[in-house]
């Protein structure tokens, strides 16, 4: 057994397989996931894990060079906005998108996590970066 990281197999084989620019979804517990995009489902209750769990818990584990976020969690969730920025280094570039071009691109992602959580637009998109 694993002693510390991310314990979930199908996570953590699709983090270790992430290349550069390669693109791993972390979604709430209603974003539709394309039926071709690989599906990780944590979720087991309304709320549990939360997303700020999961991402937290993936940004330990990945090198991340970019995240896009719907441009909709400025308004409807600025407290998880904040939130995630907090997490993040500063060299991290962030974009801002409208959530249906959000949910297009999820077809190009190597897998979406689904969280429990139920707060509007707690969505991202990691792009993974190098470690040199």
């Known amino acids: ?3 510390r990281g991310i314990l979930n197999d199908e996570l953590s084989y699709v ?13 709430d517990a ?3 996931i394309p039926e071709t995009t690989k599906r990780i489902d944590l979720a087991l209750k309304r709320g549990i894990p939360r ?4 991402l937290k818990s993936v940004l330990e584990e990945l090198v ?3 995240i896009v976020l719907a441009q ?4 409807k969730s600025p407290h998880l906005e904040e939130e995630i920025l907090s997490l993040l280094d500063s060299n991290i570039k962030i974009e801002y998108i409208s959530h249906q071009d959000f949910k297009e691109i999820t077809k190009e992602a190597k897998a979406v996590v ?3 959580e139920t707060t509007p637009y707690a969505n991202i998109i990691l792009l993974s970066g190098v470690n040199f």
């Open 15 to 27: 983090l270790a397989q992430m290349g550069h620019t390669d693109k791993i979804v972390i979604a």
């Open 64 to 66: 991340v060079e970019k």
């Open 72 to 75: 909709e969690i400025k308004e």
């Open 114 to 116: 689904r969280s429990g």
């Open 30 to 32: 209603g974003l539709p």
């Open 51 to 54: 997303f700020i769990t999961v």
């Open 1 to 3: 057994m694993k002693k």
